[in-house]
């Protein structure tokens, strides 16, 4: 049941009874993808939810990381790729690395509303690995974040775009878009 699906990969082999698909609009857009799975099941949205739905670490996934066919680049596509719109990315602000003292200055330092932020995904030096730390160098949760969205001058509707505007590969964007 994938009507709409464009496949654009030379070397993907499933080997997987009982998969369904139910969505629309997915491209794959990898050269190196191999499924090995017999328990895919659901539509899109129910790869996705929120952090809890993640279970654990990297270690709570069952196998070790070679579990996960290929590196970072087996993920098809980049942000785009995701379905939906930028808040169905799962994770909350604990897994933006770092604490809220990170950012030099203080809210009120960040001017001009979101089309003052300029350059696209390139402008992010490096790949995820360039990211210090882990989601746990965040206390607390978002409330650590001194003050609320009006320290920003704007609304919160200068916050323009949709998921394209969400730098690289799937796994490098940390936490809730809505903190993008």
Same mark, same amino acid.
């Given at each position: /049941?994938?009507?709409?699906?464009?496949?654009?990969? #030379? $070397?993907?082999?499933?080997?997987?009874?009982?998969?369904?698909?139910?969505? +629309?609009?997915?491209?794959?857009?990898?050269?190196? @993808?191999?499924?090995?799975?017999?328990?895919?099941?659901?539509? &899109?949205?129910? @790869?996705?939810?929120?952090?809890?739905?993640?279970?654990?670490?990297?270690? $709570?996934?069952?196998?070790?990381?070679? #579990? @996960?066919?290929?590196? &970072?680049?087996?993920?098809?596509? /980049?942000?785009?790729?995701?379905?939906? =719109?930028?808040?169905?990315?799962? *994770?909350?602000?604990?897994?933006?690395?770092? =604490?809220?003292?990170?950012?030099?200055?203080?809210?009120?330092?960040?001017? *001009? =509303?979101? +089309? *003052?932020? +300029?350059?696209?995904?390139? $402008?992010?030096? /490096?790949?995820?690995? $360039?990211?210090?730390? =882990?989601?746990?160098?965040?206390?607390?949760? &978002?409330?650590?974040?001194?003050?609320?969205? +009006?320290?920003?001058?704007?609304?919160?509707? *200068?916050?323009?775009?949709?998921?394209? #505007? @969400?730098?690289?590969?799937?796994?490098?964007?940390?936490?809730? &878009?809505?903190?993008?």
């Amino acid at each position: /049941d994938a009507r709409g699906i464009t496949w654009n990969a #030379s $070397s993907i082999t499933w080997d997987a009874r009982g998969v369904t698909w139910g969505a +629309t609009s997915i491209t794959w857009d990898a050269s190196s @993808i191999t499924c090995y799975t017999t328990r895919i099941l659901g539509d &899109a949205c129910s @790869i996705l939810g929120d952090a809890c739905s993640i279970p654990g670490d990297a270690t $709570s996934i069952p196998g070790d990381a070679t #579990s @996960i066919p290929g590196d &970072a680049t087996s993920i098809p596509g /980049d942000a785009t790729s995701i379905p939906g =719109d930028a808040t169905s990315i799962p *994770g909350d602000a604990t897994s933006i690395p770092g =604490d809220a003292t990170r950012i030099p200055g203080d809210a009120t330092g960040i001017t *001009g =509303d979101a +089309t *003052g932020i +300029t350059g696209d995904a390139t $402008s992010i030096p /490096d790949d995820a690995t $360039s990211i210090p730390g =882990d989601a746990t160098s965040i206390p607390g949760d &978002a409330t650590s974040i001194p003050g609320d969205a +009006t320290r920003i001058p704007g609304d919160a509707t *200068g916050i323009t775009g949709d998921a394209t #505007s @969400i730098p690289g590969d799937a796994t490098s964007i940390p936490g809730d &878009a809505h903190f993008s």
